[in-house]
């Protein structure tokens, strides 16, 4: 998607005013949707008293010990390791059974297929609400309530039909002439798909990863339902819980914000294209 | 090429034509790559949706006491919950409202780019940063901005003299839903205006070129051409995004908590609330509520998909 080399129309001034207005409306908006987060870098630098003093202004001194603090005192290093090892593990289980099971769909046919994908998909459709209720009793009795396991699973399933969906489509693409080559070769099942589908389909897991990476870093539903003491909560809860607790201290919050913010931002600069064609990968046809 | 053996020979050398296609694989190849998925989904998708259909038809106290009771919870529901019927109410405006903004408002923004502006990839790429935040973070940063004293909405309008509009946005029930619902458009313009773009590149060009040459309004254009052909990708992202605002809960827990008076209470925020917040401890009744509204999601998934005929395209 990138953009095409549109009619420019900087050669003619004529048609440059008449356009002001859409500029205009375009610079507005790029305020309005990136404004509030050079807002928020700016309040995670200064102290709460400065910020009640003039809400908007600069730093008179940047105040980076607030990340420190932030991270140790305010326990927001505890919830940002604990999001780091759900997320990291989550997607990774997802990205390899995800793939499994979409390579099975794509590539074999046997009995039970199309039970199969039904099974798997049919989790496109089921909102978290329906199974949340019934998934804390059941990790109260697995005894997995209140642990980041628990969390991990239950992403892992929550998860896997997107994952599956997005897999599978890319896969199906993959010439067959390449499976029936490798199979004349004597590459065995597992072969075919360690050596061939995964090495093809990276781009597509790549999507996956950017997508489920994106998704879980963000989740709160499941966490604030299934975690509850303080060492086990992801960065989501984390703040939820500084934001009742320090509802005033608006500076430190925002610091936490913006830990929370950071690693979104840093894989954005690096990676802008493949997390915006992850994010949309579900809808575009 | 002497090696000309017994016919049974050369027969056992060329191994059976099922191994040799690609197309099959034996039953230990499916069992490894689709056992873990299997037992993860059996354990913890399909046991706790058919668990919350039992619960919805029982009252489910702590420590496993648990009483069956028919329909009578569906009965409660239906018949005496004011709340239920205010979150219902609330969550159908929201999904309505928001759904229709956020499709005419991505629209707008993918022509704007589409119409040859300067420093497109730079554009589009601030305006689909919301989309990759957390609602925790995109809720408190709005919170602030509809602070009564210090926050942003009202220090604008103070400073355009207009402090008579001034409103606690939140703390005000004839407000909140309307200012939750401004937060998650914003949230979610990005998203399809991302989409919107590629649609709109996608166009053939002669079609436009053609329209150009018939000097053809940009307005006319609009109606006529674009619209019509970007029809598939309307459809697609309405009922997409229909579909996720039924289930809205994060946002509004974090801004509003569902507060002031059901003003912003959702049907999702309500079976959370029945859940754990109440002191009714009782599981059974909220599982009903969320089987009822699975039910009526599906019926609407079902309903759009058959009247589209888009089959296979629908999801979260």
Same mark, same amino acid.
């Given at each position: 998607m990138i953009a095409p080399?549109?009619?420019?129309?900087?050669?003619n001034w004529a048609a440059h005013l008449r356009r002001s207005p859409l500029l205009a409306f375009m610079l507005i908006y790029t305020v309005i949707s990136g404004g509030p987060f050079l807002w928020v870098a700016v309040m995670s630098l200064r102290t709460t008293p400065e910020i009640f003093a003039s809400p908007y202004a600069l730093p008179s001194r940047v105040h980076w010990e607030k990340f420190v603090e932030a991270w140790t005192k305010s326990n927001y290093g505890t919830y940002f390791w604990n999001s780091t090892i759900v997320v990291v593990t989550a997607v990774a289980l997802l990205t390899i059974i995800g793939a499994m099971v979409a390579h099975c769909l794509a590539r074999y046919r046997f009995r039970g297929n199309r039970l199969v994908r039904f099974v798997i998909l049919s989790g496109l459709i089921l909102p978290p609400q329906l199974m949340i209720l019934s998934l804390f009793q059941i990790l109260l009795e697995y005894r997995l309530y209140n642990t980041l396991t628990g969390l991990i699973i239950v992403y892992v399933a929550g998860h896997l039909a997107i994952t599956v969906y997005i897999l599978e489509g890319f896969f199906a693409q993959i010439p067959q002439d390449l499976f029936d080559a490798a199979r004349l070769d004597g590459y065995s099942d597992l072969e075919i798909f360690w050596r061939i589908t995964l090495p093809i389909g990276v781009p597509a897991l790549f999507t996956t990863v950017t997508l489920n990476f994106i998704i879980l870093w963000n989740e709160f539903l499941y966490a604030v339902v299934l975690l509850t003491e303080d060492d086990k909560r992801t960065l989501p809860l984390g703040i939820m819980h500084f934001m009742g607790s320090h509802q005033l201290d608006v500076g430190m919050l925002a610091t936490g914000l913006m830990i929370a913010i950071g690693p979104v931002i840093l894989l954005y600069a690096l990676f802008s294209e493949t997390m915006i064609k992850g994010m949309t990968a579900g809808a575009v046809r | 090429m002497t090696n000309f053996g017994p016919f049974w020979r050369t027969a056992r050398q060329s191994p059976p034509p099922s191994a040799l296609d690609a197309r099959r694989a034996s039953r230990t190849t499916l069992i490894v790559l689709l056992g873990p998925a299997l037992v993860i989904y059996a354990a913890f998708m399909i046991y706790p949706v058919l668990r919350t259909f039992w619960n919805s038809v029982h009252v489910i106290k702590p420590h496993n006491v648990e009483a069956f009771v028919g329909l009578a919870n569906f009965k409660e529901l239906l018949g005496n919950d004011f709340i239920f019927w205010k979150a219902v109410g609330n969550t159908a405006i929201f999904a309505i409202v928001a759904t229709i903004a956020d499709v005419l408002g991505g629209l707008l923004l993918a022509l704007a780019l589409f119409s040859g502006a300067p420093f497109v990839r730079t554009l589009r790429l601030i305006w689909f940063t919301?989309? =990759?935040?957390s609602y925790v973070v995109v809720g408190v940063i709005w919170v602030w901005i509809y602070d009564?004293?210090?926050g942003l909405a009202n220090v604008i309008l103070r400073s355009l %003299? =207009? %402090? *008579? =509009?001034?409103? *606690?946005w939140l703390g005000d029930p004839r407000t909140a839903l309307w200012s939750v619902m401004v937060t998650h458009i914003w949230k979610w313009l990005g998203f399809n205006m991302i989409i919107f773009l590629a649609a709109l590149y996608a166009l053939p060009g002669d079609v436009l070129g053609a329209a150009e040459l018939d000097n053809c309004g940009w307005f006319a254009k609009l109606v006529h051409i674009i619209i019509p052909m970007l029809r598939p990708t309307i459809v697609n992202l309405t009922v997409l995004s229909f579909i996720g605002k039924m289930m809205i809960f994060d946002l509004v827990w974090i801004m509003t908590g569902g507060g002031p008076l059901w003003s912003t209470e959702t049907v999702s925020t309500y079976v959370y609330k029945r859940a754990f917040d109440w002191n009714t401890f009782d599981l059974g009744y909220p599982s009903a509520i969320a089987v009822l509204w699975f039910l009526i999601i599906l019926a609407f998934i079902v309903a759009l998909t058959r009247l589209l005929r888009q089959r296979d395209r629908l999801e979260f």
């Open positions: 080399a549109a009619k420019s129309p900087a050669h | 919301p989309v =990759l935040m009564y004293d210090w %003299g =207009l %402090g *008579s =509009l001034e409103q *606690s």
